[in-house]
């Protein structure tokens, strides 16, 4: 576990010293306790990409889009916009820190700068620790409230009860307070497909995040290896004795496990900080592109769809001459009403000479966020009798999945010719043809 127990504060035991850090000489001192968020954005989704209908996607679901934005800045945004919360950790994997820094620099502008991105342990106790090891580096001294990246739709009024619940207890008589729900299904112990025991549903609930506790409570427990298989937080601070309260939590706070809760949470999505409906309703709009590079005297091999594919010759063009990309662009420009491709990455601009196309389309997208539109489909037909696309066209999914965000099923990539008719039957080049369909969310009038 990488809660180093030389950090400031913590003795040679693993212990925080009495002097500054003892649980029981601190008691909440203000009707606005300080906040501090750590956010848990370090796992694989490994249950979601089993899923076959993600398979080939190689986008953890953190970073993936959930209406008009990345899963991570719904809760970003939560804590961001909340007043008493002045310091977030955002733990992400190793190798995702610089990803993790773009998105949060673009999404929250000058609110990025009380994000700190730290990387995340082997598992959730390790990343946690990760967080809380940051943390106690800024000298912090409050509330800190533990939440799962993967539970994006965290609204105001669970954050505001929590905070409540806790403060109104000292810390030595309170560690902690989570959100729980009751359960509604009949609940079954089993083993080997048979029914062993039958639990009192009564007498269980299922438990939330954000959990909230007393930094100098929870902080010390994170050096013991023995809770490296814990699943909350709210298990280790009770295997040490301490008193964690529960507050109502909601069935919007639900956990992104499966690929079909996607679906589920994009309709939730349009509930308000408070719970209620926003009285929105989907407005759908669809995008066509078309584009054609021709075959030059240079070699190849010739860039499609983001990736590289042998051929004997290289295609004539500005940039890379992804065709397939390009048309891609158009087809969002096109649902956008936004111009195309041209009016945004002009040919007569030696800025784009050479430029790798992915660039282009990483920036159609972001037109679409701005926009308060989401990518619900990208469709692609490639038109050429040479090189055969058929081999590749599963790894240009991923690529175009990788720069859009997008599940793979959300993606088709398609081949035809034109049975050796035109420029394309005489092998002068590739013509591509897409279309996109984008969603916006717009306020119903009364």
């Known amino acids: 576990m990488s809660f180093d127990k030389s950090e400031k504060g913590m003795d040679k035991q693993g212990s925080f010293d009495d002097k500054s850090l003892?649980?029981?000489?601190?008691?909440?001192?203000?009707?606005s306790p300080v906040?501090?968020?750590?956010?848990?954005?370090?796992?694989?989704?490994?249950?979601?990409?089993?899923?076959?209908?993600?398979?080939?996607?190689?986008i953890p679901k953190q970073f993936r889009q959930l209406g008009d934005k990345p899963v991570i800045c719904w809760s970003l945004d939560a804590f961001a916009k909340y007043p008493n919360v002045n310091a977030i950790i955002l733990v992400v994997g190793k190798g995702q820190e610089d990803q993790a820094q773009a998105i949060t620099n673009q999404h929250l502008g000058s609110d990025a700068k009380i994000v700190t991105i730290v990387t995340g342990g082997a598992s959730r106790m390790h990343s946690v620790g990760n967080g809380l090891a940051a943390l106690l580096a800024t000298d912090f001294e409050g509330f800190v409230a533990i939440h799962d990246a993967a539970r994006p739709l965290l609204q105001?009024?669970?954050?505001?009860?929590?905070?409540?619940?806790?403060?109104?207890?000292?810390?030595?008589?309170?560690?902690?307070?989570?959100?729980?729900?009751?359960?509604?299904?009949?609940?079954?112990?089993?083993?080997?497909?048979?029914?062993?025991?039958?639990?009192?549903r009564d007498k269980v609930s299922a438990a939330q995040t954000p959990q909230l506790f007393h930094f100098q409570a929870i902080a010390p427990?994170?050096?013991?290896?023995?809770?490296?298989?814990?699943?909350?937080?709210?298990?280790?601070?009770?295997?040490?004795?301490?008193?964690?309260?529960?507050?109502?939590?909601?069935?919007?706070?639900?956990?992104?496990?499966?690929?079909?809760?996607?679906?589920?949470?994009?309709?939730l999505s349009r509930l308000d900080g408070n719970g209620q409906n926003t009285g929105s309703m989907m407005d759908i709009r669809l995008g066509n592109g078309f584009d054609v590079h021709r075959f030059g005297d240079m070699p190849g091999p010739i860039t499609l769809c983001g990736i590289s594919v042998e051929s004997e010759y290289g295609l004539t063009a500005h940039s890379d001459g992804d065709v397939g990309l390009h048309a891609l662009c158009d087809a969002l420009f096109g649902a956008l009403a936004d111009g195309d491709i041209g009016s945004h990455f002009p040919p007569s601009d030696d800025k784009w000479k050479d430029a790798d196309s992915a660039t282009?389309?990483?920036?159609a997208v972001d037109r679409c966020h701005k926009a308060g539109a989401s990518i619900m489909h990208l469709d692609l037909t490639l038109?050429?009798?040479?090189?055969?696309?058929?081999p590749h066209r599963d790894a240009m999914r991923v690529r175009i999945a990788e720069i859009t965000g997008l599940e793979i099923g959300r993606i088709a990539v398609k081949a035809t010719t034109s049975e050796g008719l035109g420029f394309t039957g005489r092998r002068e080049g590739i013509a591509a043809q897409a279309t996109a369909s984008i969603c916006y969310n717009v306020a119903v009038s009364s």
Not at 383 to 390: A, F, G, L, V
């Open 35 to 58: 906040v501090a968020a750590i956010i848990v954005a370090a796992g694989t989704g490994q249950r979601m990409a089993n899923n076959k209908a993600t398979h080939g996607n190689h």
């Open 360 to 363: 282009f389309l990483s920036y």
């Open 221 to 267: 427990l994170y050096v013991n290896p023995a809770h490296e298989t814990a699943t909350d937080d709210a298990s280790i601070a009770m295997a040490a004795g301490l008193n964690v309260a529960t507050i109502s939590g909601a069935r919007s706070l639900m956990k992104l496990t499966y690929e079909e809760d996607f679906t589920i949470l994009e309709s």
């Open 22 to 31: 003892v649980m029981s000489e601190y008691a909440h001192k203000s009707n």
């Open 156 to 200: 105001q009024k669970i954050l505001n009860a929590l905070i409540d619940q806790l403060a109104m207890t000292p810390a030595h008589q309170l560690a902690g307070v989570i959100p729980v729900l009751p359960i509604s299904d009949s609940m079954k112990q089993v083993k080997d497909d048979l029914i062993t025991n039958v639990i009192d």
């Open 383 to 390: 038109i050429c009798e040479y090189p055969k696309i058929t």
